[in-house]
């Protein structure tokens, strides 16, 4: 096995392209507007995809913490983490974007959040009004921020991609005629200086692949999971591995990996960079099974 204190050799992560620079700016220029902000985060590494540079720009303002995901997250890390952030005085959210009644969940929070501003705002004034909730939805670049406006404003309002940063500018979309949402570029802080974060950001699809050595990536997320006892049963049923098999190099392990899935050249060798990209498909994809990086 790789040794757990060995940082990652080959993937070092400096991707902050200039629509982010523009879209922090224009974060804090609309801060103001905002009553309430919703975080997305990826229920595989709620720390790790928790951009610190939207923790300081949000400051005193209510917050929404929306675990998306969390279909192909660890059950019992999902309680976890959905208690830590309760104790953090937040509310959270548990979703998966594509069921509809997790959407209803965050838009009944946005409704309950915006009704008490607007009634501590306006207790002792006699004025009738119909508020309208100003609600800023930020979160890391993939981590599913672009379908859930669109579940939540209930048509195609923002641009939807399976890969980091398709949305490239701020717009504000309206809903059910009193929810105003501020929808903006994903936003990844300047320098991941903490490579094992940007592993784990890199293992869930939420940086891009072109910029990752996809073997090193690989062989990480292999160790992460023979390291697991819960997650090393998964690893060993997907792949179809014998228990000896782990007793092998983690770069043995993913060419034992390659030889079942055909991943042949020229000679009988292993493709290994084919064998690495068929992982990690499969482990961004949930398909080896109910995984969370962030161990709480």
């Not at 995901?69 to 509310?91: A, H, P, V």
């Not at 599913?144 to 309002?157: D, E, F, V, W």
């Not at 072109?210 to 090393?232: M, Q, T």
């Amino acid at each position: 096995m790789i040794n757990n204190n060995e940082k990652l050799t080959k993937v070092g992560i400096n991707w902050y392209p200039g629509h982010m620079v523009k879209a922090q700016n224009e974060i804090k220029e609309n801060l103001k507007l905002i009553d309430i902000v919703v975080e997305v985060l990826d229920a595989r590494i709620p720390f790790s995809s928790r951009n610190p540079l939207i923790t300081d720009l949000k400051k005193d303002k209510p917050e929404i913490v929306v675990l998306n995901k969390s279909d192909i997250s660890d059950k019992d890390q999902n309680l976890k983490w959905k208690k830590y952030f309760e104790e953090q005085g937040n509310t959270c959210i548990l979703t998966c974007a594509n069921i509809n009644d997790n959407i209803k969940k965050i838009i009944e929070e946005i409704n309950k959040k915006g009704k008490e501003i607007y009634d501590k705002k306006y207790e002792n004034k006699s004025v009738n009004i119909r508020p309208i909730y100003r609600v800023l939805i930020v979160g890391i670049p993939n981590v599913g921020k672009s379908t859930i406006i669109n579940k939540i404003a209930n048509r195609q309002a923002a641009n939807v991609g399976n890969k980091p940063g398709v949305t490239k500018k701020k717009q504000w979309i309206r809903v059910n005629g009193n929810i105003d949402l501020l929808d903006t570029p994903g936003l990844l802080w300047p320098r991941l200086d903490d490579k094992d974060v940007g592993l784990k950001l890199a293992l869930t699809g939420n940086i891009k692949q072109e910029i990752l050595d996809v073997e090193e990536l690989a062989v990480r997320g292999i160790d992460f999971l023979i390291s697991n006892s819960c997650y090393k049963e998964m690893f060993i049923q997907k792949y179809k591995l014998d228990l000896s098999d782990l007793d092998n190099n983690v770069y043995d392990i993913l060419e034992v990996i390659g030889r079942k899935r055909g991943c042949l050249v020229s000679g009988g060798k292993i493709d290994l960079e084919k064998a690495a990209n068929i992982f990690f498909e499969d482990f961004k994809s949930g398909k080896i099974g109910r995984i969370t990086l962030d161990i709480i």
